[in-house]
């Protein structure tokens, strides 16, 4: 396919550094050539700096970004600090960080705001639970993470922004959303988007969710999406690279 994509591969807290080594060395050595899909490889912090010795066909991404900007935040991660190690972009809002780690939508759009006036890119996670899916309340989810999201920005700048949409019911299950429910919520996400004014920002959709190479294919074809956040099947080398030769 021609359109734009991306393949984007969230280790959360997996592999040290030795094994994001072996891991870049092994897919360094697959024929990249197959596909003009964006490989964004989101490792641990420790393994960032591997970055800069990063092969041109392979971007990195980071897992988080601190929400403020004082000095005195121990154990956080600033922008500056990101992209000092090559780091391109910055994953957003994942449920894991919400539910977990109680980051609230306000802790969201000032990361976003951060991103969107640095270097760096952000990967914006929405998606609805369970119960609120059953309580026929996903429009509204989705409507006030984006707008909740975009609050701050002033759209000024010319900024990929990707949004990944992962149904919280679907990560980690091994059971992807149905595939009419995937496009559903996509389209309705691409209606949500275009009654916000991005100006010249390149905003692309992403599908994340027990994403693997068995349904991959079926999925990118569907009209709205340009790639995948993916989880458990970006941590072997075949998975991934068997991923990206279908996008």
Not at 71 to 77: C, L, P
Not at 100 to 125: A, G
Not at 128 to 136: C, H, P, T
Not at 183 to 203: A, G, H, P, Q, R
Request: glycine letters at 4%; charged letters at 20%.
């Amino acid at each position: 396919m021609n359109k734009q994509s991306f393949c984007i591969a969230n280790w959360k807290m997996n592999k040290d550094y030795n094994e994001s080594k072996e891991f870049l060395n092994q897919i360094n050595k697959k024929d990249l050539s197959v596909s003009n899909s964006n490989i964004i490889i989101c490792p641990s912090f420790i393994s960032l700096s591997l970055a800069s010795n990063k092969n041109r066909n392979i971007s990195f991404g980071s897992q988080n970004v601190s929400s403020g900007t004082s000095k005195s935040q121990t154990g956080e991660i600033s922008v500056e600090m990101l992209e000092s190690v090559f780091c391109d972009w910055v994953i957003i809002g994942h449920s894991e960080r919400r539910n977990i780690l109680n980051e609230t939508n306000e802790d969201i759009s000032k990361k976003m705001e951060l991103v969107y006036n640095s270097k760096l890119k952000p990967i914006l996670c929405i998606g609805e639970s369970l119960e609120e899916k059953n309580n026929n309340q996903t429009e509204n989810v989705l409507v006030n993470q984006i707008k909740s999201s975009f609050s701050r920005i002033d759209f000024s700048k010319d900024k990929d922004i990707l949004i990944a949409y992962e149904p919280i019911w679907a990560i980690g299950t091994g059971i992807a959303a149905e595939i009419n429910i995937i496009d559903e919520n996509m389209k309705l996400i691409k209606k949500i988007i275009n009654n916000i004014s991005t100006n010249n920002c390149n905003i692309y959709l992403l599908y994340g969710g027990s994403v693997n190479e068995y349904n991959a294919s079926e999925i990118f074809n569907l009209s709205e999406i340009n790639g995948f956040l993916i989880g458990g099947a970006s941590l072997e080398v075949d998975s991934l690279y068997s991923i990206y030769k279908q996008i």
